[in-house]
T-cell receptor, first 116, second 107 residues
């Protein structure tokens, strides 16, 4: 089973601030993802990475950026937070379990961000 | 484009059986996932289907018909802890999620 960590779990911050949401996994998975989810709504993919030095934008236009300097670490940065960024941010990594012929995404606990 | 439809809400009684449907229209298909998400928590993996037919895993089963663009998740012997949102997601390149079906299990 994967272990994936996100910090902070909750964050309230003022408009215009720069913030970094941390995501780390300890299983050496190459593929990692960031999703945004508003309450009762679908998850939207905002960034993903296939490995070190690989980053791609997802389907949802986002003003955030990501980096992947180390396999286990995939931070997401908002240069200037706005109230429209208020949401839950979920990090995930994917792995192929024993006997599986597919990659399963395993999610972290999420960061609930409020921008005032 | 990608379009995934699920009912918004369903209610069922403890001990009963419930079927949650998912229809999809996507530009490609490499499999369909079902995830469970309790309020305020992260989604957790339930099932994966890539071939037509039924996959059974304990109280949960998932069915896929690729020709109809249709899947369902079947939950048997419902328990109170099954109250959650159930997310259908289609894989083509990356995962595209439906908005989820909020299931409430009543005593």
């Amino acid at each position: 089973e994967a272990d994936i960590y996100q910090t902070p779990r909750y964050l309230v911050i003022g408009t215009g601030k720069k913030i970094t949401l941390e995501c780390s996994q300890t299983m050496g998975h190459d593929k990692m993802y960031w999703y945004q989810q508003d309450p009762g709504m679908e998850l939207h993919l905002i960034h993903y990475s296939y490995g070190v030095n690989s980053t791609e934008k997802g389907d949802l236009s986002s003003e955030s950026t990501v980096s992947r300097i180390r396999t286990e670490h995939f931070p997401l940065t908002l240069e200037s937070a706005r109230p429209s960024h208020t949401s839950q941010y979920l990090c995930a990594s994917s792995f192929r379990g024993p006997g599986q012929n597919f990659y399963e995404q395993y999610f972290g606990p999420g960061t609930r961000l409020t921008v005032t | 484009g990608q379009n995934i439809d699920q009912p918004t809400e369903m209610t069922a009684t403890e001990g009963a059986i419930v079927q949650i449907n998912c229809t999809y229209q996507t530009s490609g298909f490499n499999g369909l996932f079902w995830y469970q998400q309790h309020a305020g928590e992260a989604p957790t993996f339930l099932s994966y289907n890539v071939l037509d037919g039924l996959e059974e895993k304990g109280r949960f089963s998932s069915f896929l018909s690729r020709s109809k663009g249709y899947s369902y998740l079947l939950l048997k012997e419902l328990q109170m802890k099954d109250s959650a949102s159930y997310l259908c997601a289609v894989l083509f390149g990356q995962l595209t999620f439906g908005s989820g079906t909020q299931l409430t299990v009543l005593p």
